[in-house]
């Protein structure tokens, strides 16, 4: 789904792009939640001290690679250690979604009257659709929705968060936060259980987040 001309890395290898203004959401977001010392520490031990005051622009061009998307949430476990990088990345991926309706929130087309009239399934169905819409038509992110009785499951195929990485379990946690932000957006202020069951890092042939329908209370 890649709109850039095909870019291979030194091992020929074909390589994977957010747009700019998405890796700058994921900047924006992290440097939120860490401040300001703490993005650049993250950014250090990443090796991407070239983004240290220096967010990619505001446009469409696919110029953020997966393996610098993967790094910073790496990064993020080494400054802060696995259990504290989790929480931390958990809320990283919440404040990425005000940044992210702030960029995309027109793409979405969820601002309307129309859909806040919407009975709440619907809304969540409609929400997810358009969440994955907006991955699969802006980025080279894959994302496709199932749905049964008990859940919205959303399965990444091509997933930048573990681009490359082995763990032994699910770690796409910013992903985790943003659903769970974008369901509490979506729902007009709900609460819904959001959990990582599959991760390509874990050997899985994708990561799939499972969202129940029914919120919290
Ligand atoms: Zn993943």
């Not at 401040?35 to 005051?53: F, P, Q």
């Not at 061009?61 to 958990?90: C, N, V």
């Not at 991955?135 to 994302?143: A, K, L, R, S």
Request: proline letters at 4%; aromatic letters at 10%.
């Amino acid at each position: 789904m890649g709109k850039h001309t095909e870019v291979l890395n030194n091992s020929g290898k074909k390589q994977y792009f957010y747009p700019n203004r998405m890796g700058r959401v994921v900047l924006l977001g992290m440097e939120e939640i860490l401040g300001h010392g703490g993005i650049n520490a993250v950014l250090n031990l990443a090796d991407l001290s070239v983004y240290i005051n220096d967010y990619p622009p505001y446009n469409q061009d696919l110029k953020f690679p997966f393996t610098h998307i993967s790094h910073l949430q790496a990064g993020l476990e080494s400054a802060y250690g696995p259990r504290a990088g989790r929480g931390l990345a958990l809320r990283v991926g919440r404040a990425c979604l005000k940044y992210g309706l702030r960029e995309f929130g027109s793409e979405l087309g969820l601002t309307d009257l129309a859909f806040r009239l919407m009975p709440l399934q619907t809304k969540l169905t409609t929400g997810s659709e358009a969440f994955a819409a907006l991955f699969n038509n802006y980025t080279d992110q894959q994302v496709s929705l199932e749905r049964d009785e008990k859940y919205i499951i959303w399965h990444i195929q091509r997933c930048p968060l573990c681009w490359e990485r082995q763990a032994d379990g699910p770690c796409c946690h910013l992903a985790v936060g943003l659903l769970q932000e974008a369901l509490f957006w979506v729902s007009g202020g709900k609460y819904f259980e959001v959990e990582e069951k599959k991760c390509i890092a874990c050997g899985d042939s994708a990561c799939t987040i499972l969202m129940n329908r029914t919120p919290m209370s």
